[in-house]
């Protein structure tokens, strides 16, 4: 009796094996697609995120831009923040920052945890009571300058 072995490279195997997969469907007769179909990416403004919902987005930088809603000091203020997964973002900045009430900003930060007590001599936060809404809420560290947008609303 004589056997005759067929020997195929296995790069050659290994090539069509994602070509036959490809053609393959899952159950009932459903194809699966080889790949993703491209979708056009969102333009910049229109990036919203939830990134004040839960503490997925602690310790990443993110940029919002949203209207002033109050100004607590010259280092703290609030914006709106229906879009961005909550009803008010609490904002720390740097001295100065010329936030007024009802004027859209532009605003890049690091998102942390809010408690008073962590902020309170780094910001020079003043009372304690216009903060406590914002307690163990994600508010942002404002990284630089916010730039203003649209001048208050009359």
Do not use: H
Not at 4 to 18: C, D, F, K, N, S
Not at 54 to 77: E, P, Q
Not at 136 to 146: H, K, N, R
Request: hydrophobic share 35%; charged share 20%; net charge negative.
């Amino acid at each position: 009796m004589n056997r005759t072995r067929i020997r195929t490279p296995l790069a050659a195997v290994m090539v069509a094996m994602p070509l036959m997969l490809g053609a393959c469907g899952v159950g009932d007769g459903i194809e699966v697609p080889t790949t993703a179909p491209l979708r056009p990416s969102p333009a910049i403004g229109a990036i919203t995120d939830p990134y004040f919902s839960n503490d997925d987005y602690i310790g990443r930088t993110v940029t919002v831009t949203a209207t002033v809603s109050k100004v607590i000091t010259d280092r703290s203020f609030v914006l709106t923040g229906d879009e961005y997964g909550d009803d008010s973002i609490l904002v720390l900045s740097a001295p100065g920052i010329a936030a007024e009430r009802g004027r859209q900003v532009t605003v890049t930060g690091v998102v942390s945890t809010f408690t008073y007590g962590a902020y309170f001599d780094d910001y020079d936060l003043g009372g304690a009571d216009s903060y406590e809404d914002f307690d163990a809420e994600e508010f942002l560290v404002a990284t630089g300058t916010p730039s203003s947008g649209t001048s208050p609303s009359t």
